[in-house]
């Protein structure tokens, strides 16, 4: 029996942008919802607020005007903490602060009951930490929403080293009946989201920093080829420079300086030059010109239309890359297929020889397999549906292969990219690195692998989860990514987890048992 019901009332402390929202879920789930804020007036603005963002589903028929009130009418702004004492559960989205979190919580603990639980939505303060001052430790949990609260799904439920299971239980449960999508965690740095959030701006950042190409290109890339909806540095500039970058600050601080999570040099740059994004007008992209998008829309880099030649040769399987044979047979072109066995295909066009990037240099491979015209091509979240490709030629391919490969792209609609050879090129390489942080994060027992995808899915909206995505592509292709980016790189940045090594022994250890028990039959 959960310890909550409709009937529960939900209080909530700080109603900025995360509590007003936060207010709004419950009232919206039916429970009667008080409303504190330490600046006066403020728990009434957050109500107004609240009126009027629901006035507008109203206009678009989205919700009936009855309800809106009926919910609105639920939430009651009170003007001293004090009268929060019926709650049955306080969630507090207030300043960021241990200090403060942990005074807060006390106070709480004197008003409420002993069997009031105590909620935190802090994004980056140990849970453990803050329930380390109070009496009832055992009482209090992580309730991380995102932002904002009402529309994204994911909930973290994360659990300090006091916290009662059944506490994690009843408040997972509870944000079911919210209509929210919880996961459990252990309270650790960046929880789930923002830990493993951390190598889709991080391998953007790099990719740039190391003139592979342009933010734009990148971000173009992510959208149209990645499929998520937003590219890192407009999300950057979204968010704020300034409170990403303390993010990763925290996190790398909170990992005792793991190269992991070592922030960026280009980012500190903007934010030490006041440049923080959309707030500021200016950001990596320049806003100025105060449309809502800013220069958003700034071209990236496209090659210009070339031909391709009426017939290509496959040789090996493509593996996750293999629709696009049939995408490029409906074109007509004659589709020649060798050594269907081999692991390693490549598509033979013109002088071209393109395969699908491994986490090495183009260069790297090309010089090894002594075929100078070697072109990588990017991981795509669906080959069929993506809109745009990148290339990264080997230092010694010709114009001419560059144009046969970019014309077989272009032939099946795609808009291609050139970009310098980097390990990895742009999606797979942050595909792979946020796969192996998912993994190592369920590897240190944070959370299981189902959460690392629902987290990454609903708390920042990625196409695919992270595991999901590398099982898609093969864990022992990740896996190859990320030791390929390690060698060349030797950081460990691009430490390989030791879940992710062992699931691909594990599957090989079946793979074999499959054909001995075969040959036994
Ligand atoms: P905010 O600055 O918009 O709102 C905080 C509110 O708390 C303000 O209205 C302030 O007057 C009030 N407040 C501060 N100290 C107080 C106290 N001692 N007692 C009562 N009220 C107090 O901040 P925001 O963005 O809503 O963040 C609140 C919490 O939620 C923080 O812990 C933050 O890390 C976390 N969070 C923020 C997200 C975001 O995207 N903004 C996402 C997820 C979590």
Not at 74 to 95: G, K
Not at 221 to 232: D, K, Q, T, V
Not at 311 to 340: D, F, M, N, Q
Request: charged share 20%.
């Amino acid at each position: 029996m959960s310890r909550f019901s409709k009937e529960s009332v939900i209080a909530v402390i700080g109603a900025g942008a995360m509590g007003a929202g936060i207010a709004q879920v419950a009232a919206s789930a039916g429970h009667q919802v008080l409303l504190f804020d330490a600046v006066e007036g403020a728990a009434e603005q957050g109500i107004v607020n609240t009126a009027k963002g629901l006035s507008r589903l109203v206009e678009r028929e989205r919700m009936t005007k009855q309800d809106a009130d009926a919910l609105v009418s639920r939430i009651q702004a009170v003007s001293s903490i004090e009268d929060l004492a019926p709650a049955n559960l306080v969630i507090e989205a207030i300043v960021e602060r241990l200090d403060i979190k942990q005074q807060v919580c006390r106070q709480l603990e004197e008003i409420c009951s002993a069997s009031t639980i105590i909620a935190t939505n802090t994004s980056s303060i140990s849970i453990t930490a803050i329930a380390s001052s109070l009496q009832r430790p055992q009482n209090l949990v992580g309730m991380h929403f995102f932002n904002p609260a009402p529309i994204m799904k994911l909930v973290e439920v994360i659990s300090g080293l006091e916290t009662d299971p059944q506490v994690a239980t009843d408040i997972y449960n509870l944000s079911i009946s919210w209509a929210k999508l919880p996961v459990h965690a252990k309270s650790t740095p960046g929880f789930i989201v923002n830990r493993v959030a951390r190598s889709f701006y991080g391998e953007g950042l790099r990719i740039n920093q190391e003139g592979a190409t342009d933010f734009v290109t990148i971000d173009t890339l992510l959208r149209e080829c990645g499929g998520f909806r937003m590219g890192p540095f407009e999300l950057m500039d979204l968010i704020g420079q300034d409170v990403n970058y303390a993010v990763s600050c925290s996190v790398f601080e909170a990992f005792y300086h793991d190269q992991r999570f070592l922030p960026s040099l280009i980012q500190k740059e903007l934010v030490d030059a006041g440049h923080l994004g959309r707030k500021s007008g200016k950001g990596f992209y320049d806003y100025s010109q105060s449309s809502e998008k800013g220069n958003i829309t700034k071209i990236p880099s496209t090659v210009d239309l070339s031909s391709c030649p009426a017939a290509i040769t496959v040789k090996g399987r493509l593996g996750i890359a293999e629709p696009l044979i049939s995408l490029i047979e409906e074109k007509g072109i004659i589709v020649k297929r060798e050594c269907e066995d081999d692991d390693e295909g490549m598509i033979k066009v013109g002088e071209a020889i393109l395969m699908l990037t491994n986490g090495q240099f183009t260069t790297q491979r090309a010089a090894e397999s002594y075929q100078p015209n070697l072109i990588s091509f990017d991981l795509a979240l669906d080959y069929q549906k993506a809109s745009r490709i990148a290339l990264a030629p080997s230092d010694g391919a010709s114009k001419e292969a560059v144009k046969a490969a970019s014309g077989l792209f272009q032939l099946i609609g795609k808009a291609v990219s050139i970009i310098d050879d980097i390990p990895g090129m742009v999606v797979m390489r942050t595909v792979c690195a946020l796969a192996n942080e998912g993994f190592d994060a369920v590897n240190q027992n944070v959370c299981n692998e189902a959460a690392v995808d629902i987290a990454m899915k609903g708390g920042v909206n990625y196409p695919f989860g992270p595991i999901e995505w590398a099982n898609a592509l093969g864990l022992n292709y990740t896996l190859a990514v990320i030791d390929n980016l390690m060698a060349v790189y030797g950081e460990d940045r691009y430490r390989a987890s030791p879940l992710l090594r062992r699931k691909v022994a594990e599957k090989v250890l079946m793979a074999k048992g499959y054909s001995e028990q075969k040959g036994v039959c």
